[in-house]
Each structure stands twice: as structure tokens, then as C-alpha cells.
């Protein structure tokens, strides 16, 4: 079993926690992880980005260079990584904030989620890292919903498992209504 990802978007979405959620889903499940944050000066609002790898072996680097899964929530981050990914990749697109049109691979599965805009109806924009970790649970049968709902309780801290709920309610309808593109 070998699984990688990119997960991209702007400071301030949530996309480093994302990828510690997963890779906390991965060490619950006695599997081998690596994650690799990456963000710019700027902080919230600026760029960000982490890979995480997970293998039932030894990860020999926690650098990839042609992903297979992308978790992309920006235009900026859709630019940058779209010509990175490997051939065959299954990328998920927050499509309330990238227009589909800006897709210029046709080797690639894409995957639609408006993320942002279903965090907005649950009450609480930041969840929509949430949804998008639902989406790609949904398209890459790494783990099963309930790991990910499991997963929330270490990953949060305490002070703020009031949140528990809408967390798992995000990560519920990002792995029910994503959609091929």
C-alpha cells in the first residue's frame, strides 16, 4: 500500500491541520507516514502547502515530485502543482474558489467539491478543509469515514472539541457530494 498526496491552498484554510489529520489517521492505523509542510512569509493568506506519504513499508523520502492524489483549494496552488502531477492523479478541486475551466490536463481524474461554500452553510467557513478531507476519502478509499470521524477527537485539541460536531458534519457531506468532472 503506497499513498501520496499534495494538499494546497492559502494560509489560514486549514491545509497543514488537513494533512495532519491524515497522517494521524495513518499512525491509528500502525502505518508508515510522513508530512511536509510548506508555507509562504506571508501566513494566513499567503500560500501553503504539505505532502503527506502513507505505506504499510518504509518511506525512503518525505519529498514527492509527481503526486498521485492533489487536495487543492486555490487558483494559485491549482497553477502551481497542476503541471506536477502524475499521469492518472485524482485531484479534488474546491470548485467554489477555482473555476473548472482553468483544468488544461486532460490525463488527470478531477474531482468537484465546493468546499468553502458547504462549510459556509454548516456556519464556520474554517471546516472546509474538512469537507475537502471527506472528498478525498471518498475518491481514494484510503480510510473509511469513521477513521477520519475518529481521527478528529486526537487531532483537535481539547478546547475545542465544541467543534467536534461540525467537523464531522464537514467531513460527512465532502465525502457524499463530491463529484467527477
Keep these: 500500500m503506497f499513498f501520496d498526496c499534495i494538499m494546497a491552498g492559502f494560509g489560514g484554510q486549514g491545509i497543514l491541520s488537513a494533512g495532519m489529520i491524515l497522517a494521524q489517521m495513518a499512525v491509528r492505523k500502525d502505518l508508515n507516514v510522513t508530512w511536509w509542510p510548506s508555507y509562504g512569509a506571508e501566513q494566513r493568506g499567503g500560500t501553503a502547502n504539505c505532502t503527506v506519504i502513507i505505506s504499510d513499508e518504509e518511506i525512503g523520502s518525505p519529498i514527492v515530485s509527481k503526486p498521485s492524489y492533489g487536495f487543492i483549494m486555490n487558483r494559485p496552488s491549482l497553477d502551481k502543482f497542476q503541471p506536477k502531477l502524475k499521469k492518472n492523479a485524482n485531484v479534488i478541486l474546491d470548485t467554489s474558489l477555482i473555476n473548472t475551466n482553468l ?26 478543509n474538512m469537507v475537502m478531507i471527506g472528498s478525498l476519502l471518498a475518491v481514494s478509499n484510503l480510510f473509511e469515514l469513521k477513521d477520519a470521524e475518529e481521527a478528529l477527537y486526537y487531532a483537535i485539541p481539547k478546547k475545542y472539541h465544541s467543534l467536534l460536531p461540525i467537523n464531522r458534519d464537514a467531513l460527512k457531506l465532502g465525502y457524499t457530494e463530491v463529484d467527477k468532472l
Design 103 to 128: 483544468i488544461d490536463r486532460n490525463d488527470i481524474k478531477f474531482y468537484s467539491i465546493k468546499a468553502t461554500e458547504i462549510a459556509n452553510k454548516l456556519g464556520n467557513t474554517k471546516v472546509a
